[in-house]
């Protein structure tokens, strides 16, 4: 699986308990972006995985490559001064996200990547997955590739407020994986999931899952157009960074290795849970979950053509 994305520094602030009566508070560090979470996730899940887009200089960004080469996730980096961001995220005493505030380089700084070792890349992958803030231009030649290639394209919205939901990217994708809020800004309207992921199933994408947290998922597809909702898992929550990051890992890489959009979703919630209970944003118990790591035979091709 290659996964275009980014490279981020999560500090994560959290209750601590009181002590005299005051409110104590500790901070964590750890690796995110979710190109980084999804790489994490795919290797663990036992896929090959390969790693492209922006990174820095500095110690952050070395720490970051090493902790990825480190699991088997190859790399295809363009290093810039600015290529690694920064994310703070205050969490309640439940682990669920209060508030957050990210810094993230100019995706206009990545365009050069698109290139023959790029290319060389996307020729051999099992999936493309792609945050889809990135640089437009990028997106569309990667999608190109992709659709020269027989390779399944795959999006997770990202940097919305900075640039717009971008429906007319739809068409690029074959594969959409977005929560709620985020189909509401593509679609222009408020919607259940089920009614969300039909209206963008019909923009150009053969496959949507449209998650609504503990409310579970929807999966829905050019071959089995009745929307299927799945439950999420119930169990306690650690912290909730990086479960749709599992979810969509788990999904694309049981669905390119044979799995009914249905088995993938189902697959995609365990992953979820797993990582809703751990600390950090990639759990390492997806390792040692044996229907996560489940190898199947043959290999996902998208139905119908893609709109160009």
């Not at 902790?67 to 703070?88: E, I, M, Q, Y």
């Amino acid at each position: 699986m290659l996964v275009l994305g980014s490279l981020v520094v999560d500090r994560k602030y959290f209750a601590a308990g009181t002590l005299g009566g005051v409110e104590l508070w500790g901070v964590q560090r750890h690796y995110g972006g979710v190109g980084r979470n999804l790489g994490v996730n795919a290797a663990r899940l036992g896929a090959r995985a390969v790693f492209a887009g922006l990174s820095g200089f500095g110690q952050d960004a070395a720490d970051i490559e090493a902790d990825l080469t480190g699991l088997g996730v190859g790399l295809h980096v363009l290093r810039t001064a600015d290529g690694t961001g920064r994310w703070d995220v205050l969490l309640d005493a439940e682990g669920r996200q209060i508030t957050s505030r990210i810094t993230l380089p100019d995706p206009a700084a990545a365009k050069s990547l698109a290139g023959a070792s790029l290319a060389r890349a996307v020729a051999v992958a099992k999936a493309v997955v792609a945050e889809g803030g990135l640089d437009e231009d990028l997106l569309t030649w990667v999608s190109r590739e992709a659709r020269k290639n027989g390779t399944p394209m795959c999006c997770l919205p990202t940097r919305q407020r900075d640039f717009g939901p971008r429906a007319h990217l739809l068409p690029l994708y074959d594969v959409l994986l977005l929560n709620v809020r985020e189909a509401e800004a593509l679609t222009g309207r408020r919607a259940t999931p089920a009614e969300q992921a039909l209206r963008l199933l019909g923009l150009g994408p053969r496959v949507v899952v449209v998650t609504a947290g503990a409310a579970g998922a929807t999966v829905v597809s050019a071959e089995q157009p009745v929307p299927l909702t799945l439950p999420a898992e119930a169990g306690p929550c650690a912290d909730d960074t990086g479960a749709g990051d599992a979810l969509a890992s788990a999904f694309v890489v049981h669905l390119v290795r044979g799995a009914s959009p249905g088995e993938a979703l189902a697959l995609g919630l365990r992953a979820a849970r797993l990582t809703i209970g751990c600390r950090q944003s990639t759990c390492r118990a997806l390792a040692a979950d044996p229907a996560l790591t489940e190898h199947r035979t043959g290999r996902w091709t998208p139905p119908g053509a893609r709109a160009s």
